[in-house]
């Protein structure tokens, strides 16, 4: 792979990346390092690569497994929990990207946000490998294959895990469009 094809892969997936390492870990600037430290595994191991998945496969399952390993590391230590997310603010306080006003929204956008809100915390809510199953096919756009190879699952697991997820989503849209 010449650079200019890496550098291609690193601007087109890396995105992805970093949300399905956001999902293990507990702050961006943490999924950034690790959405790092997967690419350089990458240009690491590339020799490797032996093509029985597909290289977007293998590399998803560098990431994944180095995020496991870091989400577990911070799982086990205790950090300091501000009551909010520092991304948010800059150095002096301020907002980074402040918020909307209301006032400024149309009716269709709040309830349409809302409704994109209620989706997101329902995906937050479900077990790790339903979260991760949803988030890479539906979110993400993974095929199935993909996915189970990035994952390590079977076939009918991934499936049966899929299912139960957007069974989930739905079931919290539908109560909240009903109410």
Known sequence: MDEAEFTKLVRE??????????????????????????WLGVLQGIDRFEGRSSLKTWVFRILVNKAMTRGGREARSVPFDPVEDPDR???????????????????????????LSVARGAIEELPPMQRLVITMRDLEGFDAEDTRNALEISESNQRVLLHRARAKVRAALEEHLAS
């Open 89 to 115: 603010f800059s150095a002096g306080g301020a907002w980074v990207d402040p918020p909307a006003r209301w006032s400024d929204q149309p009716v269709e956008s709040l309830l349409s946000s809302e409704t």
């Open 13 to 38: 997936w890396s995105p992805s990346m970093l949300r399905l390492a956001r999902m293990y870990v507990g702050s961006q600037a943490v999924a950034e390092e690790v959405v790092q430290e997967a």
